[in-house]
């Protein structure tokens, strides 16, 4: 299975594209390519995405 998988907004049917998003996640932003609607702007994230992200972030911050 390809892990680039088409992602399409369930509200226009658009193809979701990757976009370059900042997005904030314990009072700390981050900017990050995310599968983002070219119409309406809504951010797809991922069960996957978020929990790797998550980690990937939390450990920063235990690093600190
Ligand atoms: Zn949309």
Redesign the pocket.
């Known amino acids: 299975m390809a892990e680039t998988e088409k992602l399409i ?1 369930s ?2 049917k ?1 193809e979701l594209v990757l976009k370059k998003t900042n997005f904030s996640y314990l009072g700390h932003s981050f900017f990050t390519d995310l599968p983002k ?6 951010v797809y994230l991922s069960e996957e995405f978020v929990k790797g992200r998550m980690s990937e972030v939390e450990m920063q911050l235990e690093d600190k």
């Open positions: 907004c509200k226009c658009k609607c070219p119409d309406c702007g809504m």
